[in-house]
């Protein structure tokens, strides 16, 4: 499977402001997403980062608010706009591939980074 | 209707029990079921995955789909301390929506 590093682990941040959350894959994997999990809830689909070309949003999530870049095959950014204490959250990046643990083929599979847990305060 | 019902737990078992966790899901469409397992802090990780109907094993971890009802089933034989985790069920479907589902999450602890 792939290895699947977030910077930063965490953050807090003053309202108002905004933070890029970076995700970094250690091999090209066909799809890469970012996903919100609020405090005690399940994961939530922000947007599926396309590579060189404008992420795909879900429903209540906009580009102005959560813009993504995805320069490459193994690099992604989301930026948390404007901030405000009701984006405190966990915001992961995931990548969808079709290699497990021992390389060897298989139907895709999402794997998840370690999140970066962000507080507004 | 949400896409993915899962039971809400939290749920709480001795160590060495069997423990059992379960989601339906409402869209025939999806093809691929897989369940996750986050620690506190943590991303989730991958635990199991299937896409056929019937049981997938592995080691202590059976996965169980039924695609004529909808409904999918972790099953966690011997658990221990360590199996104390929050459990997500994923539904996944395929070609342009290979997107996940979540379920909501069922937190296990293993008592000692």
């Known amino acids: 499977s792939a290895v699947i590093s977030q910077k930063p682990s965490r953050d807090i941040c003053q309202r108002g402001t905004s933070l890029t959350i970076q995700c970094q894959v250690d091999s090209q994997v066909t799809m890469m997403f970012w996903y919100r999990q609020q405090p005690g809830q399940s994961l939530t689909l922000i947007a599926t980062?396309?590579?060189?070309?404008?992420?795909?949003?879900e429903s209540g999530f906009v580009i102005d608010k959560f813009p993504i870049s995805r320069p490459n095959l193994t690099f992604s950014t989301l930026t948390v706009s404007n901030m405000s204490p009701e984006d405190s959250s966990i915001y992961l990046c995931?990548?969808?591939?079709?290699?497990?643990?021992?390389?060897?083929?298989?139907?895709?599979?999402?794997?998840f980074g370690p999140g970066t847990r962000l507080t507004v305060l | 209707q949400k896409e993915v019902e899962q039971d809400p737990g939290p749920l709480s078992v001795p160590e060495g029990a069997i423990v059992s966790l379960n989601c339906t899901y409402s869209?025939?469409?999806?093809?691929?079921f897989m369940w996750y397992r986050q620690y506190s802090r943590k991303g989730p990780e991958l635990l199991m995955y299937t896409y056929s109907s019937g049981n997938k094993e592995d080691g202590r971890f059976t996965a169980q789909v039924d695609k004529s009802s909808k409904y999918i089933s972790l099953f966690i034989r011997d658990s221990q301390p360590s199996d104390s985790a929050t459990y997500l069920c994923a539904i996944q479907g395929s070609g342009s929506a290979r997107q996940l589902t979540f379920g909501s999450g069922t937190q296990l602890t293993v008592l000692p």
């Open positions: 869209n025939s469409a999806f093809q691929y």
């Open positions: 995931s990548v969808l591939t079709n290699r497990d643990r021992e390389g060897l083929y298989r139907p895709d599979t999402q794997y």
């Open positions: 980062a396309n590579q060189g070309s404008e992420a795909t949003y």
